[in-house]
């Protein structure tokens, strides 16, 4: 049976949990975030309800509506048995329900069935705190909506007016202040973008407003992406301005901002559901139960219909994993899950089949009725259902407006010039043939919509009220076709919001619920008075209407600093990247072919020195397995480490731009996650090539690995540290290499005849202390070397001892400081480049604007 989704306004108290939390309902669970506030207060105030077309013999009767969600009061609880599957009891049921909600609610439904709408709003449990619903549009069986809710407060609704979709409300237990609204209006004037003295973007303006999807389309290279990354704050505009709610862009607003980029940019050894889940961890509220997260997790990738490929990796030119349509709806599910307020898509839908990319925009488009949230896509060449399903279009021309207006208005923009999009034909398809291979419509079009812009601003700017203006106009009864435009770009305007949001605008005017439809087309036109006035310079904004908007949907009232703060604690943060990063890094660093190397080399060192005889003869082969093993871990721990934070830039840098986590944390975490896999292969080697070579003491072992261990970490600092500066593998990779042989032969190591003047560079080596060490170990722990005969040493000599002193061999060696202070270097090693790696990464590498 075919169902169509759509939320009904609340008509009664409702209790949004179970039964057996009644006495929880009451609870108002600290809410984290201003948005999150405002999620809730909107699922709260919502009843989902999933409309039944009746089959047409039981249209008749099948006249009734089921209250959706659970209701608290006793009256209601019958309604919230009926079940959505049984027609018949739930049109009794649900005229019951009616009935005994008529007071307070006027249904306008008719043949109607709902399901509780706690089916994904909560679960058998009762319901819980917070949650995010996905409902599934049962006729596409594609999903339909996403909502937060995360108070279960008994929510006594108002009186609802119209067959609307979007949530209601209007709670008195509501203070005011939590009245926040929280959706976006974007504005953007003149914005121009040079690069390299060629203009990318050229006096480019708009606006879309809350519950809105703005298409941004042209032909590749016109500046969409440009476009996007300046409305994201990603890129420095040359001119213009972008204001959200009338305030210019910062990093408090960035933060509200979901971008979903043209690449996707996730760590290929990650599986799908690891990455959204570490994504859910990472930006959805600290206190946000982590059962809850999950669930949210399963509902996203519900509803983009990810769930089937959950459990790929996301792959990479090797190996390969997702297609590229799920990396896409990864992407977006990544975005959608932290509920931005706006939310910017590049080129969602390309790489998708039509059904996916319809399906795709179904679930964006309802996303932003129900939730009031602002949408911005680019689209190459949509399909003709998907343009119609846009309700603002911007059309660009290598780098210039062609048109921004409502999508209906198009066809009219058009006639204007002369030119008429044939029916049946996909007016994308049409617009855009026009806009490349005809010169001469192109700058008309430019021209027309100039104009338009323009005419669109005094308007508003000049008089304070539309319907004024209008009647003015018509009383001159001359209208230029530009003001034709614009009027019934304004027009459409209203009467496509007044049929639709009703709701939306109910934060300027806290009144009784009688003349919500006057108040609402007032406050459309307040709207759009503000979006004129954004790009004006708020010339006129001083009004307190207009400021009342802003200022109920803006942060101030939810206090900056919440909006500026992390959503996680930087505990939770080290805990999740660790657990990621471990993840991430393990297949990388604990690969087969590590494993088969490390044991193979293990064997190796073990054969050449099997059983090695302790006698001064076989000194030279003795410190050279130390030589080798030593210099072999330090290089593997130090070349290892220079593609780490590169290969991960993207990552962190989309991650971090988007306000996901402290630098500090992700730092700390990728140390401590990488220190079990950086030593697990040396920790191997040796226990297989030492006992090869001849060591029985269980401290000696120790004793080597400990030392072994603290000397691949020191290294693989160094390594952080020179791949954080480079980020290029090339160049790091010559400078290691420069640095590590140049130590080594300057180290003395391999010649003996090293210039005077040049003797101090071994003291810049971490080998020379490292190497030190392991002779100081061996020689002194291990078991005494024979004297040779005849020996060099001159102890043996005077044949006054049987054994070398391990003084006398370290002496040989030039090896004067004790462990301590090459220990201690070390650590210094250690510390210096881990502090530097930070300092390059926080100051030098932070995520950058193009
Ligand atoms: N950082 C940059 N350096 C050089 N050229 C740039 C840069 N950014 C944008 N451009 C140029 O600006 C123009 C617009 O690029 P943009 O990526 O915004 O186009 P687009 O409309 O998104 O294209 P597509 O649809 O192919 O993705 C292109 O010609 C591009 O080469």
Not at 176 to 187: F, G
Not at 306 to 328: A, H, I, M, P, V
Not at 748 to 774: D, V
Request: charged share 15%; net charge negative.
């Amino acid at each position: 049976m075919p169902m169509n989704l759509m939320i009904v306004e609340s008509v009664e108290t409702v209790d949004m949990g179970s039964s057996d939390n009644d006495n929880e309902a009451t609870e108002q669970v600290p809410l984290v975030s201003a948005s999150h506030r405002n999620l809730a207060k909107i699922v709260a105030d919502c009843r989902l309800q999933i409309e039944v077309e009746p089959p047409p013999a039981a249209a008749a009767s099948a006249a009734a509506t089921v209250v959706a969600a659970p209701p608290a009061t006793s009256d209601a609880t019958a309604a919230t048995s009926v079940a959505a599957s049984d027609s018949s009891a739930s049109s009794s049921s649900s005229s019951s329900s009616s009935s005994s909600s008529s007071t307070s609610s006027e249904f306008t439904h008719t043949s109607q069935t709902t399901i509780p709408s706690t089916d994904n709003l909560t679960s058998s449990n009762g319901l819980a705190n917070m949650g995010k619903s996905i409902l599934v549009d049962a006729k596409s069986n594609s999903p339909a909506s996403l909502s937060y809710h995360y108070d279960k407060s008994p929510v006594i609704p108002q009186k609802q007016h119209h067959n609307i979709n979007i949530c209601n409300s209007h709670h008195p237990h509501h203070h005011p202040q939590n009245h926040t609204q929280h959706s976006l209006q974007l504005t953007f004037q003149n914005l121009n973008v040079l690069h390299n003295e060629r203009q990318i973007l050229s006096d480019v303006s708009g606006f879309v407003s809350p519950c809105e999807v703005l298409a941004i389309m042209g032909p590749s290279g016109s500046g969409k992406t440009t476009l996007l990354d300046c409305l994201s704050g990603q890129r420095d505009i040359d001119g213009g301005s972008v204001f959200l709610n009338r305030e210019p862009l910062s990093k408090k607003w960035r933060r509200r901002i979901g971008y979903v980029l043209q690449e996707e940019i996730f760590f290929p050894q990650l599986t799908l559901r690891e990455t959204v889940v570490y994504t859910a961890l990472l930006r959805l509220p600290e206190s946000m139960p982590r059962a809850e997260k999950m669930r949210q997790v399963d509902h996203i990738l519900e509803a983009l219909e990810l769930g089937c490929c959950q459990q790929t990796k996301f792959g990479d030119y090797l190996n390969r994993g997702l297609s590229g349509g799920e990396k896409k709806r990864a992407n977006i599910a990544c975005e959608l899950l932290t509920n931005p307020l706006l939310m910017l898509l590049d080129e969602p839908t390309s790489g998708l089949d039509s059904h996916s990319a319809i399906s795709l925009m179904k679930v964006l488009k309802r996303y932003a009725q129900l939730e009031q949230k602002t949408i911005v896509i680019s689209v190459h060449q949509p399909s003709s259902q998907m343009f119609h399903m846009f309700d603002k279009l911007l059309l660009l021309h290598q780098g210039r407006t062609a048109y921004f207006g409502d999508v209906q208005n198009i066809y009219r923009h058009f006639e204007d010039i002369g030119v008429t999009i044939k029916p049946h034909y996909n007016p994308a398809d049409f617009v855009l043939e026009q806009l490349k291979s005809h010169p001469d419509i192109r700058e008309k079009l430019f021209i027309a919509a100039k104009e338009s812009h323009g005419n669109y601003l005094n308007r508003n700017c000049i008089t304070s009220s539309h319907n004024n203006q209008v009647s003015d106009s018509e009383a001159k009864g001359k209208k230029q076709p530009d003001s034709i435009l614009i009027d019934d770009i304004i027009n459409n305007y209203y009467n496509h919001r007044s049929k639709r949001h009703h709701h939306q605008y109910e934060n300027l005017h806290h009144t009784s619920n009688g003349c919500q439809v006057e108040e609402d087309e007032e406050a459309a036109q307040h709207l759009v008075w503000c979006a004129a006035d954004s790009q004006s310079n708020f010339s006129s904004c001083a009004s307190s209407d207009c400021h009342s908007y802003s200022a109920g949907s803006g942060p101030g009232h939810s206090g900056d600093d919440e909006w500026l703060s992390y959503p996680t604690s930087f505990h939770t943060q080290f805990c999740v990247l660790s657990s990621r990063n471990f993840k991430e890094a393990k297949p990388r660093m604990l690969s087969k072919l590590n494993w088969f190397q490390t044991i193979g080399l293990a064997l190796m060192a073990g054969a050449i020195w099997f059983q090695l005889p302790r006698t001064e003869e076989f000194l030279h082969d003795l410190q050279g397995w130390m030589f080798f093993s030593q210099t072999y871990w330090m290089l593997f721990a130090l070349f290892g480490a220079l593609n780490s934070f590169p290969s991960e830039r993207e990552v962190v840098s989309k991650e971090r731009r988007s306000g996901a986590y402290r630098l500090s944390a992700y730092y700390l975490a990728k140390m401590c996650a990488e220190l079990p896999l950086v030593i697990t292969l040396p920790t191997v080697y040796l226990m297989i090539s030492y006992p090869m070579l001849g060591c029985t003491s269980l401290k000696l072992f120790f004793l080597m690995l400990i030392f072994l261990l603290i000397n691949t970490i020191v290294a693989q600092s160094v390594g952080f540290f020179i791949g954080a500066c480079c980020m290029d593998m090339n160049v790091s990779i010559t400078l290691s290499a420069l640095y590590t042989l140049a130590t080594q032969l300057f180290g003395g190591y391999l010649s003996s005849r090293i210039p005077e003047g040049l003797s101090w560079i071994r003291y810049t080596s971490m080998i020379h202390y490292a190497y030190q060490n392991m002779q100081i170990l061996e020689f002194r722990e291990g078991a005494a070397i024979g004297c040779g005969s005849p020996s060099s040493y001159e102890i043996c000599k005077q044949q006054s001892t049987e054994f070398i002193p391990y003084e006398e061999i370290l002496k040989a060696q030039n090896s004067t400081s004790p462990l301590w202070l090459n220990t201690l270097i070390l650590m210094m090693f250690f510390l210096v480049f881990r502090c530097l790696g930070y300092a390059v990464l926080r100051f030098l590498r932070c995520p950058k604007k193009t």
